[in-house]
Nanobody
């Protein structure tokens, strides 16, 4: 199994910054795509940013220019640097990873973290 643990959420005023981290642990053979999603009250979970193992990134329009996703494969960790935060960025942020375990090297599954709350006040 692969476990994802997020950290770095909190409360910040509009215009501020936060850095989220998500560490993958367990019997990891390989992790391919890593991503951040968010879910605001009353809304569906939405994609914020993705990063491939090769390093290519993709962002939602709402995140472009303000958020930066990065990864450290030596630590099996993905980060989300968020700047110029807005009240509408308030949500629970979830880490996602597509990976395979050492017990099933050819089987790639999607794993989710437990979520970390980000609250931006005006």
């Amino acid at each position: 199994q692969v476990q994802l643990v997020e950290s770095g959420g909190g409360s910040v005023q509009a215009g501020g910054s936060l850095r989220l981290s998500c560490a993958a642990t367990g019997s990891i053979f390989r992790i391919n795509t890593m991503a951040w999603y968010r879910e605001a009250p009353g809304n569906q979970r939405e994609l914020v940013a993705t990063i491939l193992k090769a390093g290519s990134t993709n962002y939602a329009d709402s995140a472009t220019g303000r958020f930066t996703i990065s990864r450290d494969d030596a630590k099996n960790t993905v980060y989300l640097q968020m700047t110029s935060l807005k009240p509408e960025d308030t949500a629970v942020y979830y880490c996602n990873a597509v990976g395979a375990t050492t017990q099933a090297k050819g089987v790639f599954r999607s794993y989710w973290g437990q979520g970390t709350q980000v609250t931006v006040s005006s």
